[in-house]
């Protein structure tokens, strides 16, 4: 009964995220199977007003779809201190697409992100 369990918490964990892009990785493109599951995580602090903007390009293709965005704090937990923002995504079906984020205030129409980052996917 004990390897029955072990072995259902490794699969459990294993089938959450299988790859992981960060800002390091602008650029990269990153072969996928219809199913598969992939997260960007990106530096973000929010109390500077700034945030990641996720867009994929083309807009009406429906390559992949997003399944999760949240922001993980600190674990120090500082008061103003940032943490990363977590983007999932699931490959629905075979295609190709661009997913374009830019890091800024959503208030300010006319001025350059701060940050920005690309990743191509590739789905077959």
Not at 73 to 91: C, K, M, N, S
Request: proline share 5%; glycine share 10%.
């Amino acid at each position: 009964m004990k390897k029955f369990l072990i072995l259902g918490l490794f699969l459990a964990l294993t089938g959450c995220e299988n790859v992981v892009l960060r800002s390091e990785d602008v650029g990269k493109t990153l072969n996928l199977s219809v199913g598969e599951k992939f997260s960007i995580r990106l530096p973000e602090n929010p109390t500077t007003g700034y945030g990641w903007e996720m867009i994929t390009k083309p807009e009406n293709q429906d390559v992949v779809l997003e399944v999760k965005n949240e922001f993980l704090p600190d674990q120090r937990g500082l008061i103003g201190a940032g943490g990363e923002r977590v983007f999932q995504y699931q490959a629905k079906e075979s295609g190709k697409v661009d997913i374009y984020g830019f890091y800024r205030r959503p208030w300010e129409k006319d001025v350059t992100p701060a940050r920005s980052v690309m990743y191509q996917i590739i789905v077959e």
